[in-house]
């Protein structure tokens, strides 16, 4: 695992926090016609490269009430609440597997580049 010193880890979480409020501030802006959903993926895979996982996992869960808040400011889209709820619903399980789609590829390029592995021998050679 990458090991990153204490005071980038958290520049890089604060910048990451930042990221996620510009957009929902964005999706904010954009009413309740627009759905930004997507623009959350970016910071959840920069999160799961970064930190891993559960990192990602956190950031999908906060990312699913900010869904939610904008929901409840700018007035529900839907003709009904449960359709509402599902859309939630199915936003946040699409940014669970993105966080774990992510992380998974952490994981291998970690193990690929790892300097005692094969492949990073045969990269040497």
């Known amino acids: ?11 890089f979480g604060v910048g ?9 501030a ?13 623009l959350y993926a ?3 895979v920069a999160s ?11 950031l999908s869960i906060v ?6 808040l904008n929901g409840y400011l700018l007035g529900n889209p839907f003709s009904t609440m449960s359709i509402y709820l599902v859309n939630q619903f199915s936003c946040v399980a699409a940014y669970f597997l993105i966080a774990w789609l992510a992380s998974v ?5 970690l193990e690929v580049l790892r300097p ?3 492949e990073w021998q045969d990269l040497r050679a």
């Open 63 to 68: 990312a699913g009430g900010l869904l939610l």
């Open 48 to 58: 799961a490269i970064a930190f891993g996982r559960n990192s990602a996992i956190g």
């Open 105 to 109: 590829v952490r994981g291998v390029v």
């Open 16 to 24: 990451l926090l930042l990221w996620f409020g510009l957009t929902w």
């Open 1 to 11: 695992m990458p090991t990153f010193h204490p005071s980038t880890r958290t520049v």
């Open 42 to 44: 970016a910071p959840i």
């Open 116 to 118: 005692d592995s094969a």
């Open 26 to 38: 964005l999706d904010l802006v954009a009413g309740k016609e627009l759905s930004l959903w997507f």
